[in-house]
């Protein structure tokens, strides 16, 4: 099956603890053309885990999405996601954590060591599912292997490939190579999703035209203000940098509260910490936000600092 047609070139890329549903939702609403689940172990959803559970949901607004899991066994990620893959339109294998846990475990990133595995994996899983199977990695566990790796992965018969441009061992340290995605593109006939670095709208048009890769995939700069989409989506049309005033940015936190119909404290504070980095004078909010005692108390300081914004706004 073939990678579906996206709106534009921006996708939203898995993060753990933040790409929830009303984080997704809120990122397409300034302009992801594509979103993924963070990454849920095919194990647990197998043992139908409830908190697993949780973190793939999705509704009618919350699409294309991609379902991503990690494993090592193709005939238990086709049972485990048999339930759930009518609700997404397509299953994305992590072949990309460099989380120790996860590698000491022999998932994510862990399986780059390993091509027989990969290949059976893919090539196991294709058949019998029924929508597109793409597939996240890193160049490379120690090193960069990501050509040989790629060829393996687009013979086994994943659709897509997004390939993060540093090694597992770098984890998230040092500078991406986008040579590599560069050398991936000339290298397979499938799409290429490029991720790695990208902070600002110049940041991935010069992605796109360094690495000629199909799409652009952005993690951290999205997790702190998911404006970047709607910033980058206007300069590829107009070459203009539109700026964000601190209040929009502050409001994220509350568009991302009104789209969260089961709040949690601990979720919202992280939003909280996210949305309000970079303000001047946040450093105090941040504090009373790590030691705020309910929704309520959080909800209010968050106010009470966008208050404060306004009245700085207004000329005296």
Not at 47 to 76: C, M, W, Y
Request: glycine fraction near 6%.
């Amino acid at each position: 099956m073939k990678f579906p047609k996206l709106k534009n070139k921006l996708i939203l890329a898995p993060m753990e603890d933040i790409s929830n549903l009303p984080f997704r939702l809120l990122c397409r609403k300034y302009g992801c053309s594509l979103a993924y689940t963070q990454q849920v172990s095919s194990l647990a959803l197998l043992h139908n885990n409830p908190k697993t559970i949780n973190l793939i949901e999705t509704n009618k607004q919350d699409s294309p999405v991609g379902l991503q899991v990690f494993g090592r066994n193709s005939n238990a990620i086709v049972e485990a996601t048999s339930l759930y893959l009518k609700n997404f339109d397509i299953l994305d294998l992590n072949f990309g954590c460099p989380s120790k846990k996860i590698v000491a475990q022999g998932y994510g990133s862990a399986l780059l060591k390993e091509k027989g595995t990969i290949f059976n994996l893919i090539s196991g899983i294709k058949d019998n599912i029924k929508i597109p199977l793409t597939i996240k990695m890193r160049s490379g566990f120690k090193e960069n292997e990501a050509l040989q790796l790629v060829k393996v992965i687009e013979e086994a018969g994943a659709c897509a490939i997004t390939i993060h441009a540093r090694t597992a061992l770098q984890g998230y340290s040092g500078k991406a190579d986008w040579n590599i995605i560069k050398e991936v593109k000339e290298n397979v006939s499938i799409p290429v999703i490029g991720n790695g670095d990208i902070t600002s709208p110049l940041e991935a048009e010069r992605m796109l035209d360094e690495t000629k890769c199909d799409y652009v995939m952005i993690a951290r700069s999205a997790m702190n203000n998911p404006f970047i989409f709607k910033q980058t989506l206007h300069y590829f049309k107009t070459k203009e940098i539109i700026k964000q005033t601190n209040i929009e940015k502050i409001n994220l936190f509350f568009e991302y509260l009104s789209l969260d119909k089961n709040p949690n404290i601990a979720t919202l504070k992280l939003m909280a910490h996210n949305f309000s980095s970079g303000i001047n004078g946040s450093s105090k909010l941040r504090e009373q936000i790590t030691h705020a005692k309910s929704i309520d108390n959080l909800v209010s300081l968050m106010k009470e600092f966008k208050d404060n914004l306004y009245k700085q706004s207004i000329p005296d």
